[in-house]
C-alpha cells in the first residue's frame, strides 16, 4: 500500500497518471493529511533538483558540434573512391598535353 | 560534391519533424547534465557527449522507429559512459569543491548548491536514478532500460536513495 503511494506520487510528477489514478491521488490528497505531507515533500524536492540543472557553455556546444561535422566530413571523404578520383586528377593533368600531338597530325 | 549531406536530414517523433541540430539543441544540456550526476572529469564528459551526438547523427534512421528521443539518446550516452569508465577502470564521481562543475555557463543558486552537496553523498548511479525520475520525468521502466537494470532495481533504489537524501537534508537543515 505504502508503495503505490509513492509509486502515485511518482507518477504525478512525471504526469504519467491514468484517470483512475488521477482519482486515487484526488481522494487522498482530501482525506489523508499524510499523504498530502509527502505529496508537497516530493514535488518540492523534484523543483529543487532541478534547480541543480546546469546549461552546457555555448563554446563547448558549439566545439562539440564542430567536431562532429569534422568527424561525418572525414567519414564521407574516407567513402569516396579515392584511386577514381587520383586517376582522373591524373589524366586531366596530361591530357592538353596527350592531345597536342594528336592536334598537330589531325591539322596537317 | 555535398560532403555533409545527411545532416540535416529529418527525423520523426510522433508528428514532429526534427533536424539533428534541433535534436543536438534539445537534448545536449540534458544528456550534460545527467551524465554530470556521475563524472566530475569535463573532458571526459565533453568526450561522451561528443561521441553520443556522433552516434545519434549516424543513426537517424533508427531513431525514426523510437517512441522516445530522450531515453533513446540517454540510453547511448549511459553506454558510452560505461565503456569509458571500464576503460578507466575505476568511476569517477563529482568533486565535492568543484562548485561549477564543468563547463557550464549558468551559476547554480545556493538552495540548490546545498542539495547538490547532499547529493554528492550518494552513489553515482542512485543520482542518476533520481535526476532520471524528478527532473527528467523517466519511468521505472525507461530508466531501467537506459541504465541495463532490473525495473525493481530501478525502484528500490531510487526509494533508498530518496530516503537517505531526506535524512540528510533534515539533518543539514537543523
Known amino acids: ?108 | 560534391m555535398n560532403l555533409f549531406p545527411s545532416f540535416y536530414d529529418y527525423i520523426v517523433e510522433g508528428l514532429i519533424k526534427m533536424t539533428f541540430e534541433e535534436v543536438y539543441k534539445d537534448y545536449i544540456d540534458i544528456v550534460y547534465n545527467y551524465l554530470r550526476q556521475r563524472l566530475r572529469d569535463s573532458y571526459l564528459i565533453e568526450d561522451i557527449l561528443q561521441e553520443t551526438f556522433y552516434a545519434v547523427y549516424r543513426s537517424l534512421q533508427d531513431l525514426k522507429k523510437k517512441d522516445s528521443i530522450k531515453s533513446w539518446i540517454l540510453s547511448i550516452a549511459h553506454n558510452k559512459m560505461v565503456d569509458k569508465l571500464r576503460k578507466e577502470g575505476k568511476e569517477t564521481l563529482p568533486d565535492l569543491t568543484d562548485k561549477g562543475i564543468g563547463p557550464a555557463s549558468n551559476p547554480m543558486p545556493e538552495e540548490a548548491l546545498f542539495l547538490e552537496e547532499m547529493l554528492q553523498k550518494l552513489p553515482g548511479e542512485d543520482r542518476q536514478i533520481l535526476y532520471g525520475l524528478y527532473v527528467l520525468q523517466l519511468k521505472y521502466s525507461e530508466l531501467a532500460e537506459i541504465m541495463q537494470l532490473p525495473e525493481g532495481t530501478i525502484k528500490s533504489k531510487a526509494y533508498y536513495a530518496r530516503k537517505q537524501l531526506r535524512e540528510w537534508l533534515k539533518e543539514g537543515a537543523g
Open chain 1, 1 to 108: 500500500m505504502k508503495d503505490d503511494r509513492e509509486d502515485l506520487i511518482i507518477k504525478y510528477i512525471q504526469d504519467d497518471l491514468t484517470v483512475e489514478e488521477k482519482m486515487d491521488l484526488f481522494d487522498l490528497t482530501l482525506k489523508d493529511e499524510g499523504f498530502r505531507t509527502r505529496l508537497k515533500e516530493e514535488l518540492e524536492f523534484a523543483g529543487k533538483l532541478k534547480g541543480t540543472n546546469l546549461i552546457l557553455d555555448q563554446k563547448v556546444k558549439d566545439r562539440i558540434y564542430q567536431e562532429i561535422r569534422i568527424k561525418v566530413v572525414k567519414e564521407n571523404l574516407a567513402q569516396v573512391d579515392i584511386g577514381n578520383l587520383v586517376t582522373e586528377g591524373i589524366l586531366s593533368l596530361f591530357k592538353p598535353r596527350l592531345n597536342l600531338p594528336l592536334f598537330k597530325l589531325l591539322k596537317k
